[in-house]
């Protein structure tokens, strides 16, 4: 029987085998997805004080739709012999789908690295979680301004005292200056400290040392610099984007025999933009990458990856949230409204469990149906041509 092979089991990996079980409707098709994990990770909701209540286990969603799970992780592809090695076993593939996600840019020979914590993984979170439980009043040095780092700072000031550091001029620097007012102002609001232009070179015991020497009071150091596609891209392809990324074609193809979906995936989301790493893209990738790697074996007509419009919302904790649209990022709720869409947005990513039929039907649906989301492309893309023009 023809094979479907799947790495990883975040948005994009769950999501390519409820595309690919979509796309084999009754056929004779197996679907393994590979992961060493037996939980999706939400990891959008890893700022949050519970870190164990963003996980959905993958057997009620990979049962019900009949996909098999192998938890182990994945060192070799072999796509010549169209073969993976996952903790020594080789299992053979028709077609694959890489979706093994992105891993924390990590500090390379920084003095006291270990001391760091950070918000990228559920074991990450939970570590962060047991040292400040209890501890009201810490100080937390939060290094990184984008949008990981500024939703564990703004977390973090509920109970402490946050010091936030980029080396950038200015806060949320891949944003862009759409929101930044929004969310200086939420930052003065909470009194979290600003040292820009600057960052962390060294951590100890209750401290931390930025560029320039000044020692700062950290009872934590978080560590949020950034993400980048896992190294099994690089099996794949030697054309990887700066991000790590494998180029796909608009069915999500990167070789004859392998597609990619989510963290991993360089798609074009139009002309001018590259898709993000952000669950709300790696959650359609997979659908249609997934669905397309079944499509190709059992002679279906493929699907277009066709992005919805693009939003973002960003969680300020005490002082609200933004949500945005547009590449512009225009601000069209923030405060308590804020909060309230980015409620329903991390409610929604929560994928349907124990029911085939509303797994494979969110599957066919591609894009979060949401009743603040704009469902037209078009009109969100003229509102960015007159911001740029004017
Ligand atoms: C704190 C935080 C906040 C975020 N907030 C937002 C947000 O508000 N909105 C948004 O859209 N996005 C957000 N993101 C980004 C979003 O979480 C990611 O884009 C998304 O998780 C990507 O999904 P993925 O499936 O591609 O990868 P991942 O979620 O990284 O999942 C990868 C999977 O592959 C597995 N894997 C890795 N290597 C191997 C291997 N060698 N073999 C087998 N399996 C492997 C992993 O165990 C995991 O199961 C946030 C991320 C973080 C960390």
Same mark, same amino acid.
């Given at each position: 029987?023809?094979?479907?092979?799947?790495?990883?089991?975040?948005?994009?990996?769950?999501?390519?085998?409820?595309?690919?079980? @979509?796309?084999?409707?009754?056929?004779?098709?197996?679907?393994?997805?590979?992961?060493?994990?037996?939980?999706?990770?939400? $990891? #959008?909701?890893?700022? &949050?004080?519970?870190?164990?209540s963003?996980?959905?286990e993958?057997?009620?969603?990979?049962?019900?739709? +009949?996909?098999?799970?192998?938890?182990?992780?994945?060192? !070799?592809?072999?796509?010549?012999? $169209?073969v993976?090695?996952?903790?020594?076993?080789?299992?053979?593939?028709?077609?694959?789908?890489?979706?093994?996600? /992105? &891993?924390?840019?990590?500090?390379?020979? @920084?003095?006291?690295?270990? %001391?760091?914590?950070?918000?990228?993984?559920?074991e *990450?979170?939970?570590r962060?979680?047991?040292?400040?439980?209890?501890?009201?009043?810490?100080?937390?040095?939060?290094? +990184?301004?984008?949008?990981?780092?500024?939703?564990a700072? !703004?977390?973090?000031a509920?109970?402490?005292?946050?010091?936030?550091?980029? $080396? /950038?001029?200015?806060?949320?620097?891949?944003?862009?200056?759409?929101?930044?007012?929004?969310?200086?102002?939420?930052?003065?609001?909470?009194?979290?400290?600003?040292?820009?232009? /600057? !960052?962390?070179?060294?951590? +100890?015991?209750?401290?931390?040392? =930025?560029?320039?020497?000044?020692?700062?009071?950290?009872?934590?150091?978080?560590?949020?610099?950034?993400?980048?596609? +896992?190294?099994?891209? $690089?099996?794949?392809?030697?054309?990887?984007?700066?991000?790590?990324?494998?180029?796909?074609?608009?069915?999500?193809r990167? @070789?004859?025999?392998?597609?990619a979906?989510?963290?991993?995936?360089?798609?074009?989301?139009?002309?001018?933009? #590259?898709?993000?790493?952000?669950?709300?893209?790696?959650?359609?990738?997979?659908k249609?990458?997934?669905?397309?790697?079944a499509?190709?074996?059992l002679?279906?007509? #493929?699907?277009?990856?066709? #992005?919805?419009?693009?939003?973002t919302?960003?969680? =300020?904790?005490?002082?609200?949230?933004?949500?945005?649209? *547009?590449?512009? %990022?225009?601000?069209?709720? /923030?405060?308590?409204?804020g909060?309230?869409?980015?409620k329903?947005?991390?409610?929604?990513?929560?994928?349907?469990?124990?029911?085939?039929?509303?797994?494979?039907?969110?599957?066919d649906?591609?894009?979060?149906?949401?009743?603040?989301?704009?469902?037209?492309?078009?009109?969100?893309?003229?509102?960015?041509?007159?911001? !740029?023009?004017?």
């Amino acid at each position: 029987m023809a094979h479907v092979v799947i790495i990883g089991g975040g948005f994009a990996g769950v999501w390519s085998a409820a595309g690919a079980a @979509l796309a084999r409707g009754d056929a004779d098709l197996r679907i393994t997805l590979i992961a060493p994990n037996d939980h999706l990770v939400l $990891r #959008p909701r890893l700022y &949050e004080p519970d870190p164990d209540s963003a996980k959905v286990e993958l057997r009620r969603i990979l049962g019900p739709i +009949g996909v098999e799970h192998v938890r182990a992780s994945v060192r !070799t592809i072999d796509t010549g012999r $169209r073969v993976v090695v996952a903790d020594g076993r080789e299992l053979g593939y028709d077609r694959l789908v890489l979706a093994a996600g /992105s &891993e924390l840019v990590r500090p390379e020979g @920084l003095p006291g690295a270990e %001391r760091l914590f950070d918000i990228d993984t559920l074991e *990450g979170a939970r570590r962060l979680e047991r040292r400040l439980r209890g501890s009201d009043g810490y100080s937390a040095v939060v290094v +990184g301004a984008g949008f990981v780092g500024l939703e564990a700072a !703004t977390a973090l000031a509920a109970r402490g005292r946050v010091l936030l550091v980029d $080396r /950038s001029d200015v806060v949320g620097h891949e944003l862009g200056p759409g929101p930044r007012a929004e969310i200086e102002a939420a930052l003065d609001e909470l009194g979290i400290e600003r040292r820009l232009g /600057s !960052t962390v070179t060294e951590v +100890g015991d209750g401290y931390a040392v =930025l560029s320039g020497g000044a020692k700062v009071a950290a009872d934590v150091v978080v560590w949020a610099g950034g993400l980048r596609a +896992g190294g099994l891209t $690089r099996q794949i392809s030697d054309d990887l984007d700066h991000l790590g990324r494998v180029p796909v074609d608009r069915w999500l193809r990167a @070789l004859p025999e392998v597609f990619a979906a989510g963290d991993v995936a360089a798609a074009a989301y139009d002309a001018e933009h #590259p898709v993000m790493q952000a669950c709300q893209h790696a959650t359609p990738l997979g659908k249609v990458a997934g669905y397309n790697a079944a499509a190709d074996l059992l002679g279906v007509p #493929p699907r277009e990856f066709t #992005p919805g419009p693009y939003v973002t919302c960003l969680d =300020l904790g005490g002082a609200g949230a933004i949500f945005t649209r *547009g590449w512009n %990022r225009r601000v069209m709720a /923030s405060g308590a409204e804020g909060t309230a869409v980015k409620k329903l947005i991390n409610q929604a990513i929560h994928p349907p469990v124990d029911d085939a039929e509303k797994i494979l039907a969110a599957a066919d649906a591609v894009y979060l149906d949401l009743p603040f989301f704009p469902r037209d492309n078009d009109e969100v893309q003229g509102e960015d041509e007159a911001v !740029t023009a004017a």
